[in-house]
């Protein structure tokens, strides 16, 4: 039984895997090309703001979160949204109006008009489409619940969770879990009310009640005490340039501190993003190379904003706000990340978390850079009704941020499978692979352990 494995990246993906190995006696390494882990989560205080250029938040969707949580000993750092975090706005006309929660909220509602409210009432009695992987969210959405529920709900929603186009997400493989309430229950409203049980049976919970999550000092705490116990065994600083297959196993290459170093290894898992491994991978693997360097990260801009509490206008009472397309604003929401967690910005302050680009806007990122964020600081001044300039601004680039599953991305989740049987040992894993939430990353976690120890058990 073979028990040492070399893990490549030490974002979450990778971590949360590293975890549960190490609890069964595995020995660990990591390569890592920043100098610290956590990736995407990437927390940094500056003047008493604290800043998170990667998630905000997660959704506690699995046991399996608070679990590592209290095995590296951080489960009273943990915090959870407060009551106001529930309570999102959509922008619409010009206005934030707040998204409704319940049936009664959603017939009171302005954010949609009557004719939108009745064609919803239709949506138990449209039948199922054929397309599966081949529809996109906007077409599903649009034969279920009409075009200005994919407008005013659905094209923000998915800004807010891939900065993605609804045009593209194949709704199978971006959210198979609203997909499968067609697919089983045959539709959204009776799906909804008869998967509530089965979910209860399972102990998941659904995105729409699980808690929102993150921790004191932010969410790179949670990748730092993961790391901490590979301590020596995380080689930090090291940028893969090379894996190739060798007679018993694999070899990696790598640059550190200008040595190029080289680890041979008989089990191999990556966790690097799917367009940094098919620059790495050999040129023998042209058919990986060209399913990794198809899936599409958009570029993705981190504008953190801290002001005085009283110079904003409007009340905050809220998790932020979402803006559909139609809105044509150059941003694509706004997190009020000082109202959801305490300890976001020093007292008398308000922190805000805006979000730019993404798939539906890259081409923004293509003009003077200054420009553009005067232009947001604007835009998000006339909405939030704010009378100052930010006593704080910074911001983190993303060139390539969030793997879109978008339409033909199941011949790539089918190849990555045929990839792992043909290739025992070579393991693939990340956001790319299997969702891309903090929730889902660490679901996915366990899938690859057992994948990894049912072949290590062979
Ligand atoms: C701006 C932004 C906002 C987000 N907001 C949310 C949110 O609110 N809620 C939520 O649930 N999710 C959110 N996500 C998604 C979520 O954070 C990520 O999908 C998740 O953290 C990815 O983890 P990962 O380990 O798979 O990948 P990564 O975090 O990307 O980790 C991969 C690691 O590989 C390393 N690496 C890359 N190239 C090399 C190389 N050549 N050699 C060695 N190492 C290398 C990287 O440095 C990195 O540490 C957000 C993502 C972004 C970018």
């Not at 998630?55 to 699995?62: A, I, R």
């Not at 790391?227 to 018993?248: L, P």
Request: glycine content about 10%.
């Amino acid at each position: 039984m073979n028990k040492k494995i070399l893990i490549l990246g030490a974002g979450i993906s990778g971590l949360a895997t590293a975890h549960w190995l190490k609890k069964d006696g595995y020995e660990v390494t990591m390569l890592e090309a920043k100098g610290k882990p956590g990736g995407a989560m990437d927390t940094i205080e500056d003047r008493g703001f604290l800043i998170d250029f990667g998630p905000n938040s997660g959704l506690e969707t699995t046991p399996l979160i608070r679990k590592i949580a209290e095995d590296v000993g951080i489960e009273d750092q943990m915090i959870y949204a407060n009551e106001e975090g529930n309570k999102r706005y959509i922008l619409r006309d010009g206005k934030l109006h707040a998204l409704p929660t319940s049936p009664p909220a959603f017939i009171k509602s302005k954010l949609f008009t009557t004719k939108a409210k009745f064609r919803l009432a239709a949506e138990p009695f449209i039948g199922k489409s054929q397309d599966g992987y081949y529809q996109s969210i906007s077409e599903f959405v649009k034969r279920r619940l009409g075009q200005e529920f994919l407008d005013y709900a659905i094209n923000p929603f998915v800004s807010g969770v891939f900065a993605g186009d609804p045009d593209k997400l194949s709704v199978k493989s971006a959210f198979p879990k609203l997909y499968r309430l067609e697919e089983v229950y045959g539709g959204l409203i009776k799906g909804m009310i008869k998967g509530a049980k089965e979910r209860k049976q399972s102990k998941e919970e659904s995105k729409q009640s699980a808690k929102m999550f993150s921790f004191i000092n932010g969410m790179q705490t949670f990748p730092e005490a993961i790391a901490k116990q590979f301590e020596g065994s995380i080689i930090y600083d090291s940028v893969i340039n090379k894996i190739s297959k060798t007679e018993n196993g694999f070899k990696v290459s790598y640059f550190n501190g200008g040595n190029n170093e080289v680890i041979e290894i008989p089990l191999l898992l990556s966790t690097i993003p799917a367009h940094v491994l098919s620059t790495v991978i050999e040129e023998e693997e042209a058919e990986l190379r060209r399913h990794l360097e198809d899936i599409y990260y958009p570029p993705v801009m981190v504008l953190f904003l801290g002001y005085h509490e009283k110079a904003i206008g409007r009340p905050l009472d809220g998790f932020g706000y979402l803006i559909p397309s139609l809105e044509e604003r150059k941003f694509l929401g706004a997190i009020w990340s000082s109202v959801i967690f305490p300890n976001r910005a020093p007292e008398g302050y308000a922190a805000f978390t805006l979000f730019v680009g993404g798939a539906r806007a890259p081409q923004l990122f293509a003009g003077d850079q200054e420009k553009l964020i005067s232009e947001v600081i604007d835009q998000f001044s006339r909405i939030m009704d704010v009378k100052e300039e930010p006593v704080l601004r910074t911001q983190r680039f993303w060139k390539k941020a969030i793997p879109q599953y978008n339409i033909g991305y199941v011949e790539h989740e089918n190849f990555f499978e045929r990839f792992e049987q043909n290739n025992p040992g070579f393991f693939l894993s990340g956001n790319y692979r299997g969702g891309i939430s903090v929730g889902d990353c660490i679901k996915n976690s366990d899938v690859v352990y057992n994948r990894i120890k049912k072949l290590s058990n062979r």
